[in-house]
């Protein structure tokens, strides 16, 4: 791999490095023309600012927030439920799809449950949370729970039963009981898998998170979109779902980086 | 001498909701110390059922399987599987697939990690041991693959077609290759093929089964000239062909 690159090659790479340069570029003026129309189309008049708010507002309305330093518990009640309820996604659909194929009587058994409570729409759970758990955080936590556990639970077990069976059973001629089958050959070979749920799932729990924020909280991104609206007040829930959209971004792409390092390393 | 493995009048038939398959009728069979022996028969006759029910994967619905006089399960002996596909796993390295089985016994002492270095060094992997699997080359994978078997020191081992899906002229290296190491070794080994020069030229003795339900139609010695002491050597003896031809009527007489 050492080799001095050919003509031909470096001029393929510089192609290529050139062609990512544009789209980012592409990327950063749609930004750019975006933002400036909303902005204009405000000022003009074109838009009501007072309904659709406008880029400047929104900066002022985070300026604002930022003195007292409200903003920023907001965001972080927001974050700290979304990585809160993402461990527990990650940690609970790998237990118990474990479980599942340990005992594939239970698997059998638990199928049906298992596949309407993924289909089930999770909002219309957040009422009856909030009756048996109170207007609380243990709330919240649970709604972004239920949105992305029991998807997670279902691709990690088809994942672990896709695994080559000549795999399971060369661990079953060296020895091995279901646990060595688990430790040295399931999991590994999910990892992939287990990674992009990962991405999955943390765009999930945000929607679960925000939607446990609308009905029972008092604090958190989730929050100032419904108390905003309720008072009218759209450069803050304009802000408030802005904001969202970078955190989404944010988590996404932290997960992709880990993707990335872990492919690296699986490649030697 | 007595048996390593002795299977008497073993039966095993297959069930599922269509209906049964009798995959194996009545075999007997029993292998001494040392011997290398190799099975050959139709596709789908049961070949790798026979394996399975050797290594204590699946029970035999009748007959016995006794492993160094005992039944297996009681016997306490050692078996080694080598599957089609060496299933090297591409998330460790060499080093660490083969000490896979060593890992799972918990084994890994002193003694048998010089015994798989050595082993690793006789047969060219050493410096391979930090590469993943994906560096070596078809017939090293197999090599690693046996010595990742051989590390349990195994008291027979079993191969099911482990070279079928080699390209041929690999095909040809890795069985003399693997065939003079398992003799080196002193082992035992239970061939399962569909390939005959290859039964020919591995095997002290030769077991054609028939078609499904399985039988042991037949048991060929094959004898060569001294001077025909590898698999390759084997093969271009004259009296290749001749074997050749008795086993390939046996198996076109029984259809």
Redesign the interface.
């Known amino acids: 791999m050492d080799n001095p690159l050919s003509a031909a090659q470096a001029a393929y790479l510089k192609a290529q490095a050139r062609r990512r340069r544009l789209v980012l570029l592409g990327q950063f003026l749609l930004f750019v023309l975006f933002s400036g129309l909303w902005e204009l189309t405000a000022r003009c008049g074109i838009l009501n600012d007072f309904i659709f708010s406008s880029p400047s507002q929104m900066i002022k309305t985070f300026l604002q927030m930022t003195e007292d330093l409200s903003i920023f518990r907001h965001i972080g009640v927001t974050l700290a439920e979304t990585v809160e309820s993402f461990l527990i996604v990650t940690a609970g659909s790998l237990a118990a799809a474990m479980v599942l194929w340990l005992f594939p009587a239970l698997a059998a058994l638990l199928e049906p449950y298992l596949v309407m409570l993924n289909s089930l729409p999770k909002s219309a759970l957040a009422p009856v949370l909030i009756v048996w758990l109170g207007s609380n955080t243990k709330t919240i936590v649970t709604a972004a729970v239920s949105v992305a556990l029991f998807g997670s639970i279902m691709t990690l077990y088809t994942g672990f039963r896709q695994v080559?069976p000549?795999?399971v059973?060369?661990?079953?001629?060296?020895?091995?009981g279901s646990g060595?089958v688990l430790k040295?050959?399931l999991v590994?070979?999910c990892?992939p898998l287990i990674v992009s749920g990962m991405k999955v799932n943390i765009g999930l729990c945000l929607v679960g998170v925000v939607i446990g924020e609308f009905l029972a909280a008092e604090e958190g991104l989730g929050y100032l979109i419904i108390y905003g609206s309720q008072v009218f007040k759209m450069d803050l829930v304009m802000m408030s779902i802005v904001l969202l959209c970078l955190l989404a971004m944010g988590f996404y792409k932290l997960i992709g980086l880990l993707e990335t390092r872990i492919s690296k390393k699986?490649?030697? | 001498m007595e048996p390593i493995l002795e299977l008497i009048h073993v039966s095993f038939s297959y069930h599922s909701e269509k209906g049964e398959t009798a995959a194996l009728s009545d075999i007997s069979l029993s292998v001494a110390p040392g011997e290398f022996i190799a099975v050959v028969g139709p596709s789908g006759c049961g070949k790798t059922t026979l394996l399975s029910l050797i290594s204590g994967l699946m029970a035999p619905e009748s007959g016995q399987i006794r492993l160094l006089g005992r039944p297996i399960g009681s016997s306490g002996a050692n078996i080694g599987y080598m599957l089609q596909r060496d299933h090297l796993f591409e998330w460790r390295t060499v080093y660490d697939n083969v000490l896979l089985g060593l890992e799972i016994r918990h084994r890994k002492n002193d003694r048998a990690l010089a015994r798989v270095d050595s082993m690793l060094d006789t047969y060219g992997l050493s410096e391979f041991k930090k590469a993943p699997p994906a560096a070596l080359s078809g017939g090293m994978r197999q090599r690693a693959a046996l010595i990742r078997t051989l590390a349990l020191e195994p008291d027979i081992l079993l191969l099911d077609e482990p070279f079928s899906a080699l390209d041929y002229q690999t095909r040809l290296e890795v069985g003399d290759d693997i065939g003079s190491i398992i003799r080196r070794e002193g082992r035992t080994a239970l061939l399962v093929t569909h390939d005959l020069a290859e039964a020919i030229t591995l095997a002290d003795r030769i077991v054609i089964l028939s078609a499904r339900p399985a039988t042991v139609q037949r048991i060929l010695t094959p004898v060569f000239e001294d001077s025909c002491d590898t698999p390759l050597k084997r093969r271009s003896s004259p009296l290749f062909s001749g074997y050749f031809e008795e086993i390939w009527k046996e198996l076109k007489a029984n259809g």
Do not use: F, M, W, Y
Not at chain 1, 169 to 176: A, C, P, V
């Open positions: 080559d000549d795999k059973k060369l661990i079953r001629t060296l020895g091995g060595d040295r050959v590994p070979s990892i699986r490649a030697g």
